[in-house]
């Protein structure tokens, strides 16, 4: 059997009213650390490191108050997320990029509502119509509080517009179509 250590060294006052804990079974041994009444001066890396006989292996992680990273989910033309965060989110980017691009467009800006909020959990959902029909897009968000932006969704989305051809008889999604046309007409006229 492997002897494991490890351990916890807080010499600093801000870490103080931390829960430790660690246990030891049969064939492994557990140890967590959980921030309580986290504060903005508790944001930074934290690395567990974990060494025996057999070698040395660890992980850090960032801690920040800033919006985790997004949840997405495409149906359609509908683009939907969800994103952690504990400060209220201020605003929402979507990103977007034909499928053989390596740069990411900023497509808009979306303002939060907190009808949106459940607890620490911030959800939306965007019809996005003002895609070119046709083409594939891969699409990816980012959420802002007061504390940043957090990071980009650990994976972009897919969304594949049908072409014309293939919506002629869904005519919610021309009605949509025609909208943004007349809009969009009207704005180069400006």
């Not at 897009?137 to 897919?158: C, D, F, P």
Request: glycine share 6%; with cysteine; net charge neutral.
């Amino acid at each position: 059997m492997c002897a494991l250590q490890y351990f916890f060294q807080f010499s600093d006052d801000r870490f103080k009213g931390l829960m430790q804990y660690a246990a030891r079974r049969h064939n492994y041994s557990e140890s967590i650390l959980a921030i309580e009444h986290i504060k903005e001066d508790n944001f930074g890396d934290y690395t567990c490191r974990v060494a025996n006989n057999l070698g040395t292996k660890q992980k850090t992680i960032y801690v920040s108050g800033r919006p985790g990273p997004p949840h997405l989910n495409a149906s359609g033309t509908l683009l939907s997320w969800s994103v952690h965060s504990v400060d209220p989110v201020i605003e929402y980017q979507i990103l977007y990029r034909f499928s053989n691009d390596d740069t990411w467009q900023q497509f808009k800006s979306i303002r939060a509502n907190k009808e949106e909020q459940d607890g620490d959990i911030w959800s939306r959902s965007e019809d996005l119509i003002w895609l070119r029909p046709g083409l594939e897009y891969e699409l990816q968000m980012k959420a802002r509080n007061t504390l940043g932006w957090g990071s980009l969704a650990r994976s972009y989305v897919t969304m594949k517009i049908p072409s014309l051809d293939n919506v002629t008889n869904d005519s919610k999604y021309l009605f949509q179509l025609m909208n943004n046309c007349k809009m969009s007409s009207a704005l180069k006229n400006l």
